[in-house]
Nanobody, 115 residues
Framework: QVQLVESGGGLVQAGGSLRLSCAAS????????MGWYRQASGNQRELVAV???????NYADSAKGRFTISRDNAKNAVYLQMNSLKPEDTAVYYC?????????WGQGTQVTVSS
């Protein structure tokens, strides 16, 4: 079982930055991919960025050039540095972690970007 706890969301003006953090805990040794999804009000949940344990990344087109995903394997933690934020980035951001064939989800953290 894996528990994920996100932090770092909040309210920021357009053009600003936020850094999301997610820490995994539980009876785990090595987690596979870790990353972030988001869901804006009225929209489907969508991929933001995913990083494999080997270092491969996959970014949504909307995130490329503005967001950077990183992880600390020793801490089973993943981070999302978000720069040049836009109002359309407003959403609940969810951390994910893959472990033994199961994808675990965090509770989500709200990011609101004001214009």
């Amino acid at each position: 079982q894996v528990q994920l706890v996100e932090s770092g969301g909040g309210l920021v003006q357009a053009g600003g930055s936020l850094r999301l953090s997610c820490a995994a805990s539980g009876t785990i040794f090595i987690i596979g991919a870790m990353g972030w999804y988001r869901q804006a009000s009225g929209n489907q949940r969508e991929l933001v960025a995913v990083l494999t344990i080997g270092g491969s990344t996959n970014y949504a087109d909307s995130a490329k050039g503005r967001f950077t995903i990183s992880r600390d394997n020793a801490k089973n933690a993943v981070y999302l540095q978000m720069n040049s934020l836009k109002p359309e980035d407003t959403a609940v951001y969810y951390c994910i972690a893959d472990f033994r064939g199961t994808r675990y989800w965090g509770q989500g953290t709200q990011v609101t970007v004001s214009s």
